[in-house]
Nanobody
Framework: QVQLVDSGGGLVQAGGSLRLSCAAS????????MAWFRQAPGKEREFVAA??????RYADSVRGRFTISRDNAKNTVYLQMNSLKPDDTAVYYC????????????????WGQGTQVTVSS
């Protein structure tokens, strides 16, 4: 079993930056694909970014602005978010899976509780 705890969300002005963290416990996640998803009010949860080893994948809407990284020694994955826009407002969820760097949320087995990101215009 893997437990994931998301943190780092908050309120930021458009153009600003935030770094989200996802701390894993229970077992090492170095062999897992780690990903971030988000869900805006009234919308379905959507893929944001994923990483497995040096392989990364990003949604078109965040590519060039967001960076996913991981510190295996700390069993933690990060999402650095720059040039934030009001459309980035959502609850962000960390996820872990073992089925490759994929975008489908059904491919991920473990989920964090979510952290709210609000971007004001």
């Amino acid at each position: 079993q893997v437990q994931l705890v998301d943190s780092g969300g908050g309120l930021v002005q458009a153009g600003g930056s935030l770094r989200l963290s996802c701390a894993a416990s229970g077992r090492t996640t170095s062999s897992y694909t780690m990903a971030w998803f988000r869900q805006a009010p009234g919308k379905e949860r959507e893929f944001v970014a994923a990483r497995s080893g040096s392989l990364t994948r990003y949604a078109d809407s965040v590519r060039g602005r967001f960076t996913i990284s991981r510190d295996n020694a700390k069993n933690t994955v990060y999402l650095q978010m720059n040039s934030l826009k009001p459309d980035d407002t959502a609850v962000y969820y960390c996820a872990a899976g073992s089925r490759g760097v994929v975008v489908g949320q059904e491919r991920y087995d473990y989920w964090g509780q979510g952290t709210q990101v609000t971007v004001s215009s």
